[in-house]
């Protein structure tokens, strides 16, 4: 059965129209452009791979000093808050949150590392103004 000319594919709400085109005198269709966007896969379909990723963090979290809030708190916290938000980048963004936030109120902001500071601060900007998703 031969390939139709043009096929129609749905995608979200718009619908990408589908050219084949002809190199080398074989058939070739172009991708539709949404196939390139981040954020197709469903949540049921990634929810494996954070489950993975936390059982590997869960390792590292043998080596913690567990006496030192200040370290295994944001530890537990980032290794939590991936699967229950089904992002990898929101778990590591709430686990730096937390670090920087339980050094300052404990008054050991000098133990932590000025980059932490940096990189809290861009998480902190990115859920203010753009948002969680």
């Known amino acids: ?21 002809r190199r080398g005198g ?4 172009r991708p539709a ?6 954020g197709v896969e469903p949540a049921y379909a990634t929810a494996p791979a954070l489950l993975y990723v936390a059982s590997l963090m869960l390792r590292d979290l043998i080596d913690l000093d567990w006496n030192e809030t ?3 708190v944001p530890a537990v916290v980032t290794a939590l ?3 229950l938000t089904y992002s990898i980048a ?6 730096f949150i937390s670090y920087a936030a339980l050094k300052l109120f404990t008054g050991k902001w000098r133990e932590a590392h000025p980059m932490s500071w ?15 998703h």
Not at 26 to 29: K, L, P, Y
Not at 33 to 38: D, I, N, S, V
Not at 90 to 95: C, D, I, P, T, V
């Open 118 to 132: 940096i990189i809290c601060a861009v998480f902190l900007v990115r859920f203010i103004y753009v948002g969680g």
């Open 33 to 38: 452009r949404c196939e390139t966007r981040a």
């Open 1 to 21: 059965m031969r390939p139709r000319a043009s096929t129609w594919k749905r995608c979200g709400r718009q619908h990408a129209f589908h050219d084949p085109i």
């Open 70 to 72: 200040t370290e295994s």
């Open 26 to 29: 074989a058939r070739v269709h």
């Open 81 to 83: 808050a991936m699967p």
């Open 90 to 95: 929101n778990g590591l963004a709430f686990g």
